[in-house]
């Protein structure tokens, strides 16, 4: 079997996490795009290869040829496209966020669950090599009883117009790129944390480009840090600190480019290289998988809505406003 996919947008991210995966992954194809504008739409498939392009969203959802859709729609309209692929009998591996809110997550994740679908968010670098060691280790025990954790996610994105910071399509620093270290530190911890504070710094009304927050789970606690503008231009990383010893993750996003794992105990310190294969090869793989052996993902709509409740008291306890669907 072929797994016939087909993507909701020329978005920019496509041909990182979807286009070029498939083309290094058994059994996957990308046959079929469609994009508001049909014109741009057509110069994307001409420049990926791509056979098919269809005049809309709704044409691509009703191709008979197609199983599954790659949603890198903006933030506040992934819910709904996630929604209507279902309802035309398609999976979907949606780009995070999964949705505007816990509220929409939740209705998303009920409907999947009365299909025979398979819905996976896009937190790639959760199936890589690199992630999978670090939570070997926390397993071990090596490093005693998990204590603290912190994650920092910081990239530059200096474009005021960018779809990002726009509030009606769910935009913002932790909307973006703050997922995923809201992600990271649920997926490392292992529980879910409760918020204790939080504050950010707005580039426009209601829009993040920096937040930061303190974590608590249980005996664990530490922060979370994120910016799409702020001092610290680049900092992609996690430290994990135990009773008997820490580890320092540089790079998990992207570490295809580089990567490095710090693991500091009594017995001395040592650095570990993952394999600088994509991120999102491994998530293909386990697109693939799922939809076809039925293996089960760590990344599934109930873990959706565990990562959008933090997102959504982030927000409360920073005196902004939880993100909302955009109407469609």
């Given amino acids: 079997m072929t797994l016939r996919i087909g993507i909701l947008g020329a978005a920019r991210i496509a041909p990182a996490a979807c286009i070029k995966p498939a083309q290094r992954t058994d059994g996957v194809e990308v046959v079929a795009i469609a994009a508001r504008d049909e014109s741009k739409a057509r110069a994307f498939a001409t420049k990926h290869n791509i056979d098919r392009v269809h005049a809309s ?3 691509l ?3 008979p040829e197609i199983d599954a859709i790659y949603n890198p729609l903006p933030n506040g309209l992934h819910g709904a496209w996630t929604l209507r692929s279902i309802d035309a009998g398609k999976h979907v591996l949606c780009e995070k966020p999964f949705a505007a809110n816990a509220t929409e997550a939740t209705m998303v994740t009920e409907a999947i669950e009365a299909q025979d679908r398979v819905v996976m968010e896009a937190f790639h670098y959760r199936y890589h090599p690199m992630m999978l060691r670090a939570l070997e280790v926390i397993a071990s025990g090596e490093l005693g009883e998990i204590t603290g954790i912190d994650t920092t996610m910081c990239i530059p994105l200096p474009l005021r117009n960018d779809i990002r910071y726009q509030i009606g399509l ?18 490392l911890a292992g529980a879910e944390p409760s918020v204790v504070s939080a504050r950010s710094k707005t580039l426009s009304a209601g829009i993040d480009r920096w937040t930061t927050a303190t974590f608590a789970a249980g005996d664990i606690s530490g922060s979370m840090t994120c910016a799409l503008l702020s001092a610290s231009v680049l900092r992609l990383s996690a430290k994990v600190t135990g009773t008997e010893g820490t580890m320092s993750l540089f790079n998990p996003l992207g570490p295809q480019a580089y990567n490095r794992t710090k693991i500091t105990t009594g017995s001395g310190s040592r650095v570990e290289h993952a394999v600088r294969i994509p991120t999102y090869s491994f998530q293909m793989e386990a697109f693939r998988d799922a939809i076809v052996t039925g293996a089960a993902f760590p990344t599934t709509p109930r873990d959706a809505i565990a990562t959008m409740s933090v997102i959504d008291n982030v927000y409360e306890a920073a005196d902004l406003e939880v993100r909302q669907p955009t109407a469609i």
């Fill in 170 to 187: 769910a935009g913002g620093a932790l909307m973006d790129i703050g997922c995923y270290a809201v992600h990271l530190w649920r997926s």
């Fill in 57 to 59: 969203y709704s044409d």
């Fill in 61 to 63: 959802l009703d191709d």
